[in-house]
């Protein structure tokens, strides 16, 4: 069973930066891609990023390229989301998630399987 737990979340004023994990159980991400979503009040869960398993390609959403980096660390099953440059409209939910298969097949949450509890993030300006 695969199971997701993120951490990391909080709040930070405009411009500063937050370090997000998600602990990976139950799937080797070595092997898996791996993705970060968010998701604002009132509004549909959106992607962000997402890192290959073998190749450690990445993706972003054209909101964060640039001031977001996702990597992982295969030896402790943990994968991350650095996010610097913050703004007041990254404030949300972020999610860590699993795709149904092993491949990175795009942005869609229909895609993903598996999916962490959450962690709360706050930009204030």
């Known amino acids: 069973q695969v199971q997701l737990a993120e951490s990391g979340g909080g709040l930070v004023q405009a411009g500063g930066s937050l370090r997000l994990s998600c602990a990976v159980s139950g799937r080797s991400i070595s092997t898996s891609a791996m993705g970060w979503f968010r998701q604002a009040p009132g509004k549909e869960r959106e992607f962000v990023a997402a890192?290959?398993?073998?190749?450690?390609?990445?993706y972003y959403s054209a909101t964060v390229k640039g001031r977001f980096t996702i990597s992982k660390d295969n030896a402790r099953n943990i994968v991350y989301l650095e996010m610097n440059s913050l703004m007041p409209e990254d404030t949300a939910v972020y999610f860590c998630?699993?795709?149904?298969?092993?491949?990175?097949?795009?942005?869609?949450?229909?895609?993903?399987?598996?999916w962490g509890p959450g962690t709360q993030v706050t930009v204030s300006s």
């Open positions: 998630a699993a795709p149904s298969t092993y491949s990175y097949t795009g942005p869609s949450a229909v895609r993903y399987a598996y």
């Open positions: 890192i290959t398993g073998l190749s450690d390609g990445t």
